[in-house]
């Protein structure tokens, strides 16, 4: 249907291949016995079930009169548009978000960039005479934007600093917090890079069945960061013009973290 957004064909796509490659896995490991493993690799089967209900049933549904945003999860949320006072864009490091708030300025839903076609939602919004508010700008116009800032979100408020009350202008950008995040991220995969080669190499003097459980939870823990790493790069991807690497996956490539963290522009 015209009126209905929906999650990027990536997810659905992904959840076939995950689910069809990893069922054949758990059916052969069954098949021949090694009951362990097809258990082990069960959760990858159910991982891609849920990323194809997601993309069926994570829609947002633009109606005349209200919009609906239907989740896998949470609860169904109806928005109508006399509801809405304007449409907030955020720009962040890297990325903006964009979100719906009320008469009094508290936030409605925020517009994840995991959807697709989003022009079918701003063309509804502007004919209902909605307007777009760029946070960005007013504060860089030194304008007053306090009454917006209950509509922002931990992140977004510690990425605009100096916020002393809400009766004051947010001044100064920064990008430490980000700068941080990352730095943070970057130790963290190293770290646990350094423990799965541990590990590894720990199974491989032990042997047996243990060194097979230990293998298979390596490979989990892995292709769980490789789903993570993944999913960021994809979603900052949709707010750079210019991305000067992608990212690059292995079984061990926790080990060295620029391969997981792609650098922008």
Request: charge should be positive; charged fraction near 20%.
């Amino acid at each position: 249907m015209d009126n209905v957004i929906r999650l990027s064909k990536f997810v659905k796509n992904l959840g076939i291949v995950t689910t069809v490659l990893f069922l054949i896995i758990v059916l052969v490991t069954f098949v021949t016995g090694n009951m362990g493993v097809a258990i082990c690799f069960m959760p990858f089967v159910f991982l891609g079930i849920a990323l194809i209900l997601a993309y069926k049933k994570q829609i947002i549904v633009v109606n005349e009169d209200e919009i609906v945003f239907s989740y896998l999860v949470k609860k169904t949320q109806h928005i109508k548009y006399n509801d809405i006072r304007c449409i907030l864009m955020i720009p962040l490091n890297g990325r903006t978000d964009v979100i719906l708030i009320d008469k009094m300025y508290n936030r409605l839903v925020t517009l994840e960039q995991v959807y697709v076609n989003y022009d079918i939602l701003y063309d509804t919004l502007i004919k209902h005479e909605i307007d777009l508010v760029d946070f960005g700008e007013l504060v860089e116009q030194n304008k007053d934007v306090s009454k917006y800032v209950p509509a922002l979100n931990w992140i977004e408020k510690n990425f605009y600093k100096s916020i002393c009350n809400e009766n004051t202008t947010i001044k100064n950008m920064s990008k430490t917090i980000e700068k941080e995040k990352r730095k943070k991220t970057k130790q963290f995969l190293k770290a646990l890079g350094w423990i799965l080669i541990i590990a590894d190499a720990v199974a491989f003097f032990i042997g047996g069945k243990t060194m097979l459980v230990i293998f298979i939870m390596v490979l989990m823990i892995t292709y769980a960061v490789y789903i993570k790493i993944l999913s960021i790069y994809i979603y900052r991807s949709h707010h750079k013009k210019r991305t000067r690497t992608g990212v690059s996956i292995t079984i061990y490539g926790c080990s060295n973290s620029n391969a997981f963290i792609p650098e922008y522009e």
